[in-house]
């Protein structure tokens, strides 16, 4: 069973196009997050939600929108796809929120996004 | 705000043998994570091993150790008897226990393994 996984794990479209990454864990996990890996392989967080609430937006632009349906699920959509955004987007979980002892964080397999 | 910098762009290390990476980090907090993460060419991001601060002992996971040395703020990871399998890029992070929970990462050090 996977225990974090994204759908989908490579997406090509055009520059303007609107698109959305989906991520689930079955970990029982609170916290949900979306890190960006770019092309020199810098990872870098976008946002984390606990338990649906939004608990960190990272200067991110505003056409990157993350919906969390419910703790199980975070979303990534994206609007008005740039040549900039190509990345590699990884999703991760983690059992609670802040400051607890040993909340590591685990990792899907990442979406490689391609924008042309 | 943290910095965490792994100067190794890459290493090579033979098949068998021992390799150090090098991760040293930047803060002004006492109590605080390290974690190295391994990404093979599959991209999946898998934890090797994780140290808390507050511990003086140094952690291990079979052949995976680190060299945490807190007052001068390194955490190099040690492979013995390295295996092909261990080739990938491995990123150092930081967490801090202040504040809501994110990793700040290294750039990264590419670890190739020669048969």
């Known amino acids: 069973d996977t225990a974090v996984s994204q759908t989908p794990k490579y997406l090509v479209t055009q520059m303007g196009n609107d698109k959305s990454i989906k991520c689930e864990q079955n970990l029982g996990h609170d916290t949900m997050y979306w890190y960006k890996q770019d092309s020199k392989k810098f990872l870098k967080i976008m946002f984390s939600y606990n338990n649906k609430e939004l608990i960190i937006n990272e200067t991110v632009p505003n056409r990157f929108s993350p919906k969390s349906p419910d703790k199980a699920h975070l979303n990534l959509h994206i609007n008005s796809l740039e040549l900039g955004d190509s990345a590699v987007y990884f999703c991760?979980?983690?059992?609670?929120?802040?400051?607890?002892?040993?909340?590591?964080?685990?990792f899907g397999p990442g979406t490689r996004l391609t924008v042309l | 705000a943290q910095t965490v910098t792994q100067s190794q762009p890459e290493m090579s290390v033979q098949e068998a043998e021992t390799v150090t990476l090098s991760c040293t980090y930047d803060t002004s907090e006492s109590d605080y994570y390290l974690f190295w993460y391994k990404q093979p060419p599959s991209r999946q991001m898998i934890l090797v091993i994780r140290?808390?601060?507050?511990?003086?002992q140094n952690a291990t996971e079979n052949r995976f150790s680190v060299n945490f040395q807190k007052a001068a703020k390194s955490f190099s990871l040690k492979i013995s008897d390295s295996q092909l399998g261990d080739a990938a890029m491995y990123f150092c992070a930081y967490r801090s226990t202040l504040g809501p929970n994110k990793l700040v990462f290294g750039a990264g050090t590419i670890l190739r393994v020669k048969s």
């Open positions: 140290q808390e601060a507050y511990k003086q």
């Open positions: 991760a979980s983690s059992l609670g929120l802040a400051g607890g002892r040993g909340d590591t964080q685990y």
